[in-house]
C-alpha cells in the first residue's frame, strides 16, 4: 500500500478526503486545476513563435524585392552565405530597414543556418558604420537628392553603387569586406536575442519556462543550432498574464 501511494504520488495527482461531500467538492477543483493547465499549454503553444522569413542573398534586385514583400515582417533571417554578404551590403540593407520597414530584428545565422547573433536594423546600421564611417557617408550621399521620379527606396538603390565608389575612392568590389562569424563578433553589435534550443522533451509550458529565464528582449527559437523562429518575450508575457487573469 505504502509503495502504491508513493507510485501515485510520482504519477498521478493523490489527495485524502473526509466525507463523501469532501470528495465531490476536491473533484470538481481539480478538475477544473486540470482544464486550466491544459488550455495554457494550448495557449502558450499557440503563435508563440513568430516566423523570420529569408531575407536571400544581397543582390540589388533582391534587395528592393524584399524590402517591399518583407517590410511589414517583425523578423527577417538573413544567412552569411554562400553566396556571401558585404559589409557594404549589410548596411546599406540595416538602413533600409530602419527607414522604410517594420522590421524589428535581423537574426543572422551561418551557411549552415545556425544561430549566430539578432539585433535590430538601428543597432547594425550603427555597429557598421561605428567600425567604417564611409559606409554611413555612401548610403547619406546616394539618398541625399530628391528622386525625380519613382520612389526614394529606389533612388537609393539605383545610386548605391555609384555612391560606395566614389567615398570609398574604388570600386565596391574592391572596397568590401566578406562578413562571417568572425567579422559579425569583431563589429561588437550588441545582441538584442539569445537561442533557446527546443527539444523534443519539451511541452509548451516547460519551453515557456526556458524562454522566461533569458534576459533579452527576445529569443530565437533553435532545432539542432538551426533557426526555427523568433519570439517576443515581452507579448509571451502579457499573453498569459492576460489568460491568468481571465481564470
Known sequence: MIQLRQRLKTERWLGSFE?????????????????????????????VIGSAPDFGPSYIPNLREKMVALGSADFVTIGLGPPHWWNTR???AAALASDFTEIRGFVIHD???????????????????????????????????????GSKLDWILMNYVASVSACFGAAE????????????????????????????A???????????????????ITNNGVVEGV?????????????????
Open 90 to 92: 549589410l548596411h546599406l
Open 19 to 47: 466525507s463523501p461531500e469532501d470528495l465531490a467538492k476536491k473533484a470538481v477543483i481539480t478538475l477544473v486545476q486540470f482544464e486550466s493547465s491544459k488550455q495554457a499549454e494550448s495557449l502558450a503553444a499557440m503563435d
Open 202 to 220: 519539451f511541452s509548451p509550458s516547460s519551453l515557456n519556462a526556458e524562454i522566461m529565464k533569458k534576459e533579452l528582449p527576445f529569443v530565437v
Open 111 to 149: 551557411e549552415r543556418g545556425r544561430f549566430l547573433l539578432m539585433a535590430s536594423p538601428i543597432e547594425i546600421r550603427r555597429a557598421l558604420t561605428k567600425t567604417q564611417p564611409k559606409l554611413e557617408q555612401s548610403y547619406v550621399e546616394a539618398s541625399g537628392l530628391a528622386p525625380p521620379i
Open 173 to 200: 568590389k574592391d572596397a568590401k569586406e566578406i562578413v562571417n562569424s568572425r567579422a559579425l563578433r569583431e563589429m561588437g553589435i550588441r545582441q538584442e536575442g539569445e537561442a533557446v534550443e527546443r527539444t523534443p
Open 231 to 247: 519570439v517576443d518575450r515581452v507579448k509571451l508575457v502579457t499573453r498569459l498574464a492576460r489568460f491568468a487573469f481571465s481564470l
